[in-house]
């Protein structure tokens, strides 16, 4: 009995004293100074612009990445590749529409991070990805270096109910049709 009371105070006091050595800290993300970069495919080229953040927030623990999350604000939609006046107001209103991703009801856009492997600054993430209401698992690579965080990966629109344009689901649109995948160029500074 005696043996027993000192192997779990032993066992307490040592997990007490590895728990003191790591520090889990989180960092507020910089939304003025991060920014997020998309760009759509279709047949004939593309379309380039920007989305801004609304809020966000990277868990460390003894320096390595751990968790977090970014909140993306829709409303803030901008086309970049064409000048005012050339259709630009046009598209970045179709952007906004319940054809692509119905910014009146679904504002904000998210990524949560549930899991993290990797160290010393490159990190795969697992996490869920939210666009219009709709989240689903998402999984891709993170660099970590000084205060800067940076990551580029695909989504699949029609995943999020976004189908306008897609020959996946839309017979004859021949060079109409638009990708179903766009890329997310995303830079976080804290």
Do not use: C
């Not at 889990?24 to 991060?34: A, D, G, M, R, T």
């Not at 609304?54 to 086309?79: H, K, Q």
């Not at 009146?104 to 490159?122: E, L, P, Q, S």
């Not at 993430?125 to 940076?150: E, R």
């Amino acid at each position: 009995m005696k043996n027993n009371i000192l192997k779990t105070g032993f066992i307490v006091v040592l997990a007490m004293t590895i728990a003191s050595f790591t520090s889990v800290s989180e960092k507020s993300v910089n939304v003025k100074e991060s920014s997020i970069t998309w760009t759509g495919h279709k047949v004939t080229g593309s379309h380039e612009g920007t989305i801004n953040l609304s809020e966000g927030a990277l868990m460390f623990e003894d320096d390595n990445l751990v968790g977090g999350s970014f909140t993306m604000d829709m409303t803030s939609i901008v086309v970049t590749d064409i000048d005012a006046g050339s259709g630009k107001e046009k598209l970045e209103g179709h952007l906004k529409s319940d054809d692509f991703f119905g910014v009146k009801d679904h504002k904000k856009a998210m990524f949560k991070i549930n899991k993290v492997d990797g160290k010393n600054g490159t990190y795969r993430v697992y996490g869920d990805l939210t666009i219009k209401g709709i989240s689903k698992p998402a999984t891709f690579q993170m660099m970590v270096k000084g205060n800067t965080v940076t990551a580029n990966f695909k989504v699949d629109r029609t995943k999020y109910d976004i189908r306008y344009g897609s020959a996946s689901f839309f017979d004859d649109l021949k060079d109409k049709a638009i990708y179903d995948d766009f890329d997310l160029n995303v830079t976080l500074k804290f």
